[in-house]
Each structure stands twice: as C-alpha cells, then as structure tokens.
C-alpha cells in the first residue's frame, strides 16, 4: 500500500511539473496578464448590440479581390430571407482604385433571383456601403449572400480591403458585433469569473 501510495505521489508530482513547464496553471499573475480573459468583457458588452445574423465576419481588415460583379460570400452563413422583414447590412470598405460597394443577392433553387446595392464608396476614399430593404415576394424565401460589386470597371480586378460585415433586422446600422453563437452570453461569463475567483484569481 505504501509503495502504491508513493508510486501515485510521484506520478501526481511528474504531471503537476510537466504543467508548470508547459505553463498550463492558473495563479493571480498569469490570469491577470491573460489576453483571452481580459477580451471576455469586451465580447460580453458587445452582445447588448444589434444582434448581427451573419457568421464569420471581422473587426479587423480583410483583403478581396474580385471582378467587376463580385462573387462568392463573404459571410460564413447564408440566411434565409423573410418575407415584410426589414434588413440592414452594412460594411466598411477601403483602398480600392474604383468604385466600390457592398451587394446583396438572394438566391432561388441555385439561381440569382435578385439582388440590391449599398452606397458606392468612390474609388480611392473609404467608408461604409449600407443596404437597407424590405424583403418583397420575390426575396421571400431566398438565401442571402455579402460581397463586393464594382460598377465602373467590367473587364479587371480589383483588390482592397473591407471589416465589419453585418447583417440586422430592421433599417438602422449598428456597430459591428459577432453573431451571438460566436461570443460569450453574460450567463456564461458570470461562470469563467465564478471559476477564477474560487482558484484565487480576479477578473475586473
């Protein structure tokens, strides 16, 4: 029993070092220095905004390059169109050498039904293209798709940058904010602060 004991004891020791090697331990110096926990708060305020219905969106500035029409998505999901539901998407654009502005276009069974353009952002100056619209019979039903269009050029590329893609109900642009299935709820930080606390750290 002894040498059981003894044997555990030291496997307990080789674990607890290993962890301290690999800083994989909680102390009042490491969580207080902790850029994941000091960026929970901000997550957390920002899911009193405007819920934004898009995935995969960014604060931080992302590069596309496209042709004159624009393709793809530049939103993680597709969402599905209703019908009388007002809609506001809104994105900043920058650094493009044409003319530039955000697209919407709704799709059917695979096939573009329709689509509907934000404000140009003139080439050369930077700003945030708006779509605001009212889903109609013929949007009714359709997946949503986000990118760039530009209307000057038809033969070319174009690269710059954009951030802060969102999509919301109604016909008023809020401040940029993650989907709420990409951000921490109140509930849960709460929870992580619980957990801090009672391991003898602190969370302001």
Known sequence: TALANANAAN???AKALSDLNAGNYLTKDT??????????????????????LLTGTNNELQTYTGSSYGSGNLASNSPACVSGQAYTARMWIQDY???TQLVVRFWKDGAQA??????????GS????????????????CLMTFTLTF?????????????????????VATDWCPNPAEILTQSDYAKIKAAIVALGGSLS
């Not at 329709?114 to 080439?123: F, Q, Y």
């Not at 009212?134 to 039903?141: C, H």
């Open 11 to 13: 496997t307990n020791a």
């Open 126 to 141: 930077s700003g945030y293209s708006v779509v605001s619209f009212t889903a109609d019979s013929t949007m009714a039903g």
């Open 151 to 171: 209307p000057t050029s038809l033969s070319t590329t174009h690269t710059g940058q954009y951030k802060e893609l969102k999509l919301e109900k109604g016909s």
């Open 31 to 52: 969580l207080s220095n902790a850029p994941s926990f000091e960026a929970l708060q901000t997550q957390v305020n920002n899911s009193a905004v405007g819920t934004n």
């Open 97 to 99: 050498d044409v003319d």
């Open 114 to 123: 329709d689509l509907t353009n934000g404000n140009v952002i003139s080439a």
